[in-house]
């Protein structure tokens, strides 16, 4: 299960740092993702990927281009958390920002950011609004 926190009120061109805290199971096995789920959409399928950072070791990242250069994410396995840095943020960056894990590969391939239906573990998720 994930649990994320870190959400809030920030201006445009602010900085917020998302926590994903992971319990139940190894969390260095699993790619991992933050999706977020924009104002006005309610479905699981509607969550538009963010961002992936890999499992087993790896550094690898994938980026949503509309946050390539802002966002940043990193992993820190021994307190079984994963983070998301958000630098530089405007109003599209507001939503509903989750964490899941990629059921199956342990890299984040080409389609991860696409596919929430290929994840699990999602948590209760955390509300980002920017606005000035």
């Known amino acids: 299960q994930f649990v994320e926190s870190g959400g809030g009120l920030v201006q445009p061109g602010g900085s917020l740092r998302l926590s994903c805290a992971a319990s139940?199971?190894?969390?260095?096995?699993?790619?991992i993702t933050w999706f977020r789920q924009a104002p006005g959409t309610e479905r699981e399928e509607e969550r538009e990927?963010?961002?992936?950072?890999?499992?087993?070791?790896?550094?690898?990242?994938t980026y949503a281009d509309s946050v390539k250069g802002r966002f940043t994410v990193f992993r820190d396995n021994a307190k079984k958390a994963v983070y998301l840095q958000m630098d530089n943020v405007n109003a599209e960056d507001s939503g509903i920002y989750y964490c899941?894990?990629?059921?199956?590969?342990?890299?984040?391939?080409?389609?991860?950011?696409?596919?929430?239906?290929?994840?699990?573990?999602w948590g209760q998720g955390t509300q980002v609004t920017v606005s000035s």
């Open positions: 990927g963010v961002s992936c950072i890999s499992g087993r070791g790896s550094s690898f990242t």
């Open positions: 139940g199971f190894t969390l260095d096995l699993f790619a």
């Open positions: 899941a894990r990629q059921v199956g590969p342990t890299s984040c391939v080409d389609n991860t950011l696409r596919n929430p239906w290929t994840h699990d573990n």
